[in-house]
């Protein structure tokens, strides 16, 4: 079941904005020549967009929302990876194994109630 509303939009939103705070940070201290306070302005515009459009437009189908949810996802996620996972030389493989193979069990639980 894919969770629509304006309820849901408002969620979403909020998480994604927690997420571009994140890049915009990574963009800042990494990238200062580059990254140009236009380009926060830029970000925080497709914020409130996203929103509004998640007020406005209902999704063409449940599979175009499911493919717009699991790009959006896999950049976040890409993202939050780069900034948050230890660096190459002081990782931990079977810890890192460990808890996504925990997390991916906790996310597959709800699929098995609903069965």
Do not use: K
Not at 45 to 71: C, E, K, R, Y
Request: with cysteine.
């Amino acid at each position: 079941m894919i969770c629509t509303g304006i309820l849901y939009g408002v969620l979403f939103t909020v998480a994604v904005a927690s997420h571009i705070l994140l890049a915009d940070r990574f963009s800042a201290i990494h990238h200062p020549r580059r990254f140009r306070q236009r380009n926060r302005w830029i970000g925080s515009a497709a914020l409130v967009l996203g929103l509004l459009n998640a007020f406005l437009l209902h999704p063409i189908s449940d599979l175009t929302l499911a493919f717009a949810t699991a790009f959006l996802g896999g950049g976040l996620l890409m993202t939050v990876f780069r900034e948050e996972l230890p660096a190459v030389n002081s990782t931990r493989l079977l810890w890192f194994l460990s808890g996504s193979g925990g997390m991916a069990i906790l996310l597959v639980i709800p699929m098995f109630r609903h069965a």
